[in-house]
């Protein structure tokens, strides 16, 4: 039971451009999602987060929007650098008590110099 | 420094063999986790837990078992292991009581191996 999706495996973007990353969810739980970036080797790392209550957070080149009703959200990344290719993973989690997270099964970016 | 460390970083074994992973995090976190990705890519939580007590614990069998001798560490032995526990292994850590707001941690994973 796949409760959060990236249907999208890879994605390849040109320097300079944006980056659109999608991830869809099942679970009406779920209220708080996060995205982490992940380079070959190393673990996850945290990139941005977003609560139900907001439908965009914004971090430097990162922005995060969530269509609650739709059960979706993106990643933009803008503008893409070549340090910008890793996998990305979407995560979601009902935002209370010690819940644990629910992954994606992440997508390739890969930046085209 | 390396903020939450595993290892080994690859661990090739035998099938029923018993080994164990070691995980540390230097960050003074509360909570410590234990995360599988299976060859599918699946992230999945196998455990975490809070001040050396247990807090979540998924549905994995129980050749699986996890301990932790301070807050600081928390190590995964798995007995009599299987073609199906090749997977990634990921050791994380946040501060607070596993709070889904604490952002979490991640070491760079083992790789274990078993032929």
């Known amino acids: 039971d796949q409760q959060v999706k990236q249907n999208s495996p890879s994605l390849s973007v040109q320097e300079g451009r944006i980056s659109i990353l999608n991830c869809d969810y099942t679970?009406?739980?779920?209220?708080?999602f996060l995205w982490y970036k992940k380079y070959p080797a190393e673990g996850p790392t945290f990139l941005i987060s977003?609560?139900?209550?907001?439908d965009k957070n914004e971090d430097g080149r990162f922005t995060v929007f969530l269509n609650k009703s739709a059960k979706h959200l993106s990643l933009h990344i803008v503008p893409s650098q070549p340090g910008d290719s890793a996998v990305y993973f979407c995560?979601?989690?009902?935002?209370?008590?010690?819940?644990?997270?629910?992954f994606g099964t992440g997508t390739r970016l890969t930046i085209i110099p | 420094d390396t903020a939450v460390s595993q290892t080994p970083k690859y661990l090739v074994t035998q099938m029923g063999n018993d080994k164990s992973i070691k995980c540390e995090q230097n960050?003074?976190?509360?909570?410590m986790y234990w995360y599988k990705q299976d060859s599918k890519k699946f992230l999945k939580i196998m455990f975490s837990?809070?001040?050396?007590?247990?807090?979540i614990n998924e549905t994995v069998p129980n050749r699986f078992s996890p301990k932790s001798p301070d807050k600081a560490h928390l190590n995964l032995h798995i007995n009599s292991l299987e073609l199906g526990d090749s997977a990634v292994y990921f050791c994380?850590?946040?501060?607070?009581?596993?709070?889904?707001?604490?952002?979490?941690?991640f070491g760079p994973g083992t790789r274990l191996t078993v032929l």
């Open positions: 994380a850590s946040s501060q607070g009581a596993g709070r889904t707001s604490d952002t979490q941690y």
């Open positions: 679970n009406s739980m779920f209220d708080y």
């Open positions: 977003i609560s139900s209550i907001k």
């Open positions: 995560a979601a989690t009902p935002n209370f008590g010690n819940e644990k997270l629910t």
């Open positions: 960050l003074g976190h509360d909570t």
């Open positions: 837990y809070n001040n050396k007590e247990l807090i």
